[in-house]
């Protein structure tokens, strides 16, 4: 990895990329720090340190701190997610907008985009107005709150804060190295690593954790980050026949060469739309106020938390329901099947055409499926460890770390084939 950044260092195209990255990341990391107005921070802090479990935990991970801060961006991408979500779901159920999507080229592809980001301006009001219910039922807010005209700030300071959010990681998908909101993903849960670590210690130094469980811990999280890189990196490969054919006095073709297709080919975006549908319930619950102990909603809060059993089952389903979704939309076996057919490509064994993409249609499951049950597997046990030995925190810990490994091999894989299609040797020559 750091083989790959000093390699792209040097070229200063790349360099220019990587610089404007950084700012981007910087800028969000300051507006992370700046408050929104009218809330009382340090009681909003004392409240959320007991709720570092819980989906309000989520929430604040996948923020950076920024969301048990309330700071401008403490909403952070989820609205952008949600809205994309959404816009997805909505381009396979409405055919307008699936030949928008298909047909349309680039000015349709442009016209999504432009529906996404209304979506998104639009739920993160909604969402800045729900935040500000939570901390007016709770008592959170400072002297002067509970006006109109305070209301009104708090909503549209969070709702601007998503939106200049997403435009922050549309800079960086545009102009610098990789997804934008998956960088400002990962910034957010490396941004915690510090604290965690000077956590950890201090509770080996006072006894509330010992050493054989933090060896333990640390096994099990150098396991998952093993794991992850096989997985990311493990592809099937279909064998590929192209027939000889004649042109004027030259022959092309008759070579083999191969199809490639990862195991999954989705990346993080599976877990991250899985959280936030998982995490919807409880997150509007949440919203409204507490229902009394030992009621029907308070146990049924207590069972879709984030470290219940039934979370994690419907996390789990989620992850692989998104990584079908995503694989279909990124990988077409009928479009596949005719560009092999075009240039006189075959599989050996079927014949062009339909046989050709049936059979990709049946591979493409059986590995989508493969790694589905992988993204699962790797975001549920964390829970399922929490759960049975009530260790606060470890449910949070599995997800930010398959985020921030998935994450940080994208950006890698992305320099890698930027330096490879400039002829400089990359990480993998």
């Given amino acids: 990895m750091f083989q790959v950044f000093r390699n792209a260092w040097k070229i200063d195209e790349l360099r220019k990329k990587i610089l404007f990255t950084l700012f981007i990341v910087l800028l969000y990391r300051i507006g992370n720090s700046v408050p929104v107005p009218y809330i009382d921070s340090d009681l909003l802090q004392s409240y959320f340190n007991n709720l570092q479990n819980t989906v309000w935990g989520l ?43 298909k047909e349309g080229g680039e000015e349709g592809r442009k016209k999504i985009t432009s ?12 969402q800045g107005f729900a935040y500000y219910l939570l901390i007016k039922n709770n008592g959170l807010l400072a002297a002067g709150g509970e006006t109109v005209w305070a209301a009104i700030v708090i909503i549209l300071t969070f709702g601007a804060g998503s939106a200049l959010l997403m435009w922050l990681g549309e800079q960086i998908t545009e102009f610098g190295i990789g997804n934008g909101i998956s960088i400002i993903l990962f910034a957010s849960i ?29 096994i099990g999280v150098a396991a998952i980050v093993v794991l992850i890189v096989f997985a990311s990196n493990a592809e099937r ?14 022959m092309y073709g008759g070579q083999s060469t191969h199809l490639p297709m990862k195991v999954n080919m989705s990346g993080v975006m599976p877990i991250i739309f899985a959280q936030s549908i998982a995490m919807l319930p409880a ?18 809060l207590k069972a879709i938390d984030t470290d219940s059993l039934l979370y994690m089952a419907v996390y789990f389903l989620l992850i692989i329901a998104f990584g079908y979704f995503y694989a279909t939309i990124q990988f077409n076996p009928i479009e596949v099947a005719n ?65 921030a490994v998935g994450v940080a091999i994208e950006i890698v894989q992305n320099l890698e084939n930027q330096m490879l299609l400039r002829h400089y040797k990359g990480f993998l020559e």
Avoid at 115 to 126: D, E, F, L, P, Q
Avoid at 283 to 300: E, Q
Wanted: net charge positive.
């Fill in 59 to 101: 929430y604040n991970v996948m923020s950076g701190n920024a969301f048990s801060h309330a700071t401008i961006f403490a909403l952070s991408i989820q609205p952008y997610i949600n809205a994309s979500i959404i816009i997805q779901l909505l381009t396979i159920a409405i055919p307008a907008l699936e030949r928008l999507q």
């Fill in 115 to 126: 529906i996404t980001r209304y979506s998104t301006v639009a739920i993160g009001i909604i």
């Fill in 190 to 218: 490396i941004s915690r690593l510090p604290a965690a670590v000077a956590r950890m210690i201090t509770n080996v130094s006072s006894g509330a954790l010992s050493v054989l469980a933090l060896i333990g811990i640390l």
């Fill in 237 to 250: 490969r279909i064998p590929v026949q192209y027939a000889k054919r004649v042109v004027g006095r030259k």
């Fill in 283 to 300: 997150t509007i619950a949440g919203f409204l106020p507490k229902p009394a102990a030992g009621s029907f909603w308070d146990g049924f």
């Fill in 339 to 403: 560009n092999l057919k075009k240039n006189g490509g075959f599989i050996p064994g079927f014949r062009a055409g339909k046989p050709t993409s049936e059979f990709i249609s049946k591979v493409l499951n059986r590995i989508t499926l493969f790694g589905s049950i992988y993204l699962g597997i790797v975001a549920a046990l964390p829970i399922a460890f929490s759960s049975v030995t009530n260790t606060a925190g470890i449910s949070l810990g599995g997800t930010s770390i398959i985020i």
